[in-house]
């Protein structure tokens, strides 16, 4: 006769769960989280501006390249070095009251 360890399993299955639920906040908390100043991230360019570029990180959140942050050596047009749709590598390297986020290419190299 084949016998079921309610307790046992009812056990097993609540710590399945708390181990799911940990890994599910982990991760939604690694793509929703605000970047950190002086950390790489992976960004990818959403827009173009005359300034500098509007990019997406961390699943969704925006921030801005500025022109002089692209290079060491003078830039004249942001889209002769980037185009809408470029993955590339960025610091975090500054973050306003205003929740505007800043980061830099050149301070990658």
Known sequence: MVTYDLKSNLKHDADLVATLATSANLMIKDISCDAEVGKLYECTVKSILEEGLVIEYNGGRHGLLHISELSTEEVSKVS?????????????????????????LKAVA
């Open 80 to 104: 002769y070095v980037l185009s809408v749709g470029e993955h590339i590598t960025l610091k975090c390297i500054k973050k306003n009251f205003s929740s505007i986020t800043q980061f830099s």
